[in-house]
């Protein structure tokens, strides 16, 4: 049985876990504002379930102290309520009213789409493993010799391998809330991760025109 953990802000009960057991799934309820239930629900955990349909969790707090890579986030919203901040960090939301069709079809899309990312001798995609135990990146074997930034940016677009990040988005999720250097960092750093992985007509990064990067190994 798969196990969701569940982030609420405890204002009120809500249905979503009762739909989401009664589906199958093993629920570990956490509130928003106590990171140490949270975390502890995380953990483990293969998807994170957010009710945030009062619009009163702060999702960028909640998340900070999971760390990186954490299990993929879906996050209900109110209409009217889907917000950039929320979009940048959700892998997928879900805009009331749903019902609970709807809801577990996103659970299972959720789960297909990440499982496996993280397997036992690391982080695999392609030719590229990323060793998350050693801090250690091959491709085709071959070790690479990457600054913990690139490492780090690296592995976050790697476990979120398909989604579109803006570069304000990286620099929140890598280089933290608290840094206040340009975006111009992040074009650096790509441009160096690219030509140290990207050898041989392997690509794994791309870069999406006005928007951002995304990791897209091929």
């Known amino acids: 049985m798969e196990r969701i953990a569940y982030v609420s802000s405890g204002a009120s009960p809500s249905e979503l876990p009762g739909l989401l057991e009664r589906a199958?799934?093993?629920v570990?309820?956490?509130?928003?504002g106590e990171?140490?239930?949270v975390t502890a629900a995380a953990s483990g955990s293969a998807l994170i379930v957010v009710d945030n349909r009062p619009n009163d969790i702060d999702i960028q707090a909640m998340l900070k102290p999971l760390g990186e890579p954490r299990p993929p986030l879906l996050v209900a919203v109110d209409?009217?309520?889907v917000s950039s901040p929320v979009l940048e960090r959700a892998s997928d939301i879900i805009v009331e009213p749903f019902g609970e069709q709807e809801l577990v079809a996103?659970?299972?899309?959720?789960?297909?789409r990440y499982q496996g990312h993280v397997q036992a001798d690391g982080l695999r995609r392609g030719e590229l493993l990323i060793d998350v135990a050693n801090y250690?990146?091959?491709v085709a074997g071959d070790p690479l010799d990457l600054t913990f930034k690139e490492y780090e940016l690296l592995k976050f677009l790697a476990t979120n391998?398909?989604?579109v990040f803006t570069r304000e988005a990286l620099l929140n999720r890598v280089w933290g809330y608290d840094y206040y250097g340009g975006a111009r960092t992040v074009d650096v750093h790509i441009r160096r991760i690219r030509s140290k992985i990207e050898t041989g007509g392997r690509a794994?990064?791309?870069t999406v025109r006005n928007v951002g990067y995304r990791f897209t190994a091929r």
């Open 204 to 206: 794994f990064i791309e």
């Open 161 to 163: 391998d398909g989604k």
């Open 28 to 32: 570990l309820p956490g509130v928003a």
């Open 79 to 81: 209409e009217g309520n």
């Open 136 to 138: 250690k990146v091959t």
């Open 24 to 26: 199958g799934y093993d």
């Open 35 to 37: 990171s140490e239930a």
């Open 106 to 112: 996103r659970v299972r899309l959720l789960l297909i």
